[in-house]
């Protein structure tokens, strides 16, 4: 393993930093943050879930039941104090528990966790009988190099050694929606299409999709594909704030009710990815918090969000990338076995609880990292969830008028020196502008980040809120 390990540097040469997915995966891994760790003590008083419950959906093509829960293998834990070594021994833990709980589908990439991830999951699927799970994984070629046919080639033939697997159940075309001459770049011209389809004859490729993100208009005509490639799925972005409100909150997203729509039109099954948008729907503000929980203090508020990802019956399996052991058993909780919301449920999150989220306009940073690394080395993800968190608790100093001024301008100093390094803080934003085009949210990161920064001078020049 150790041998095999790819360091940071030569990761980011192979794939090219600040590519989507390099970004995302390199940090995606990390232990977990305060706001996760907060999260955990949500489950402090968890019951074991019931084995035997889970609950399935059938894959139309090929008839198998693929369970409502997926593993997704982008955020494995790490060994304790370490920031680079996996925990093998707690991801074998984990998947073992999750598939004794009736867990099949797993999901991993090439790139996710340093390039870590197929290896570690094919060690810990290794000890499985290949008939007890079915993986995913994806041609995640983001990087110009891999859009030649044999690069690209080697991408899917070493994920199957990794994966120590001699056939893959679903592989995706990974983060299709930037532009059509990426798509046709990384995939048509250069003849790896026709290979993927030759795969799929051969049985390799059981099923065969892509994963969406981007622009609607790359949506429409990838999917009109469908009637020449024929996509066993299509793996998407759905959760209760995405589902009316994505297209509002960043132009360049797409609303998830139009793309289940388009899936639905077709037949396609749909993968469901960020049911959670990145933790923010399990880190609400308190009184949405209280809210939810006068609705079912039996459930985690982050079971609402997991149930209505899993209620529509044209969705396959919703993917969740569980680096805890409580989140794990959280989410079991919730679908072993699934108890679909009801049609007022989901009006009661759609029209009611979305729209007082779309209301606090926090900077809509689901810390996916894929802005990451800056070359500057600011935590953009930090800073931008950590300003949203004081916002929402409402604890942000507000200036004059704000009665308690004095106490939340020396919170927000003292917080946010906890949770990003002075050296990584907004002053040293040099406004280069090289994060901004990696953002799937559109946000306009560095004029955000110099609005905090002068924010936080203000603080410091005016410790008494006075005009
Ligand atoms: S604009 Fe700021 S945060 Fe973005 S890459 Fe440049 S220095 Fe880093
Ligand atoms: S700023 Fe954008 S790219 Fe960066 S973590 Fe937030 S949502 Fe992701």
Redesign the pocket.
């Known amino acids: 393993m150790a041998k095999k390990k790819i360091s940071r540097r030569s990761f980011l040469k192979l794939f090219g930093a600040g590519t989507v997915a390099t970004?995302?995966t390199l940090?995606g891994c990390k232990k977990g943050n305060k706001a996760e760790q907060q999260a955990a003590n949500e489950y402090k008083n968890q019951v074991e879930p019931p084995v035997g419950q889970m609950t399935y959906r059938e894959n139309p093509k090929t008839k198998e039941k693929v369970s409502i829960l997926g593993y997704g293998m982008m955020r494995l834990p790490m060994k304790p104090d370490s920031d680079s070594e996996f925990d093998q021994d707690m991801i074998n833990k984990q998947i073992d528990y999750a598939m004794e709980h009736g867990l099949n589908y797993i999901d991993t990439s090439p790139v996710y966790c340093q390039g870590q991830s197929e290896r570690c999951t094919g060690i810990a699927l290794s000890r499985h009988k290949r008939s007890e799970y079915f993986i995913a994984t994806k041609l995640s070629n983001f990087n110009r190099d891999y859009w030649a046919f044999d690069k690209a080639k080697e991408m899917y033939h070493n994920s199957l050694k990794e994966l120590q697997v001699d056939y893959l159940d679903y592989y995706l075309l990974h983060a299709v929606g930037g532009s059509m001459e990426e798509f046709n770049g990384r995939y048509v011209d250069n003849g790896m299409m026709d290979y993927l389809l030759k795969e799929r004859e051969a049985g390799r490729i059981r099923n065969l999709g892509f994963s969406f993100h981007g622009k609607k208009s790359v949506f429409d005509e990838v999917i009109a594909l469908h009637d020449k490639y024929h996509w066993d799925f299509v793996q998407i972005e759905l959760n209760y704030l995405d589902w009316d409100y994505a297209n509002e909150i960043s132009k360049n997203n797409v609303d998830a009710s139009y793309l289940y729509a388009e899936l639905q039109k077709r037949g396609i099954p749909a993968v469901i990815m960020e049911p959670l948008l990145?933790g923010r729907l399990a880190n609400l503000p308190q009184y949405l918090m209280t809210e939810l929980k006068s609705h079912d203090p039996e459930r985690s508020v982050a079971s609402w969000a997991f149930r209505y990802a899993g209620t529509p019956e044209g969705v396959l399996t919703v993917l969740s990338g569980m680096t805890y052991m409580e989140h794990l058993r959280d989410n079991l909780l919730s679908y072993c076995p699934l108890k679909p919301l009801s049609e007022q449920e989901m009006r009661y999150l759609d029209d009611e609880i979305a729209q007082k989220i779309v209301g606090l306009e926090n900077?809509?940073?689901?810390?996916?990292?894929?802005?990451?690394p800056c070359p500057y080395g600011i935590d953009?993800?930090a800073i931008?969830?950590h300003y949203n968190k004081c916002k929402n608790e409402g604890s942000l100093p507000m200036g004059v008028g704000d009665s308690e001024y004095r106490k939340h301008r020396r919170q927000y100093l003292i917080s946010l020196e906890r949770v990003v390094p002075r050296e990584r803080q907004p002053d040293h934003c040099i406004q280069c502008g090289q994060?901004e085009p990696?953002?799937?949210?559109?946000?306009h990161?560095p004029r955000?980040l110099r609005k905090i920064d002068e924010m936080i001078e203000s603080l410091k020049r005016n410790p008494d809120g006075v005009a």
């Open positions: 970004a995302a940090a990145g900077i809509p940073c689901n810390d996916c990292k894929y802005c990451m953009i993800p931008f969830v994060c990696h953002c799937p949210q559109s946000i990161i955000e």
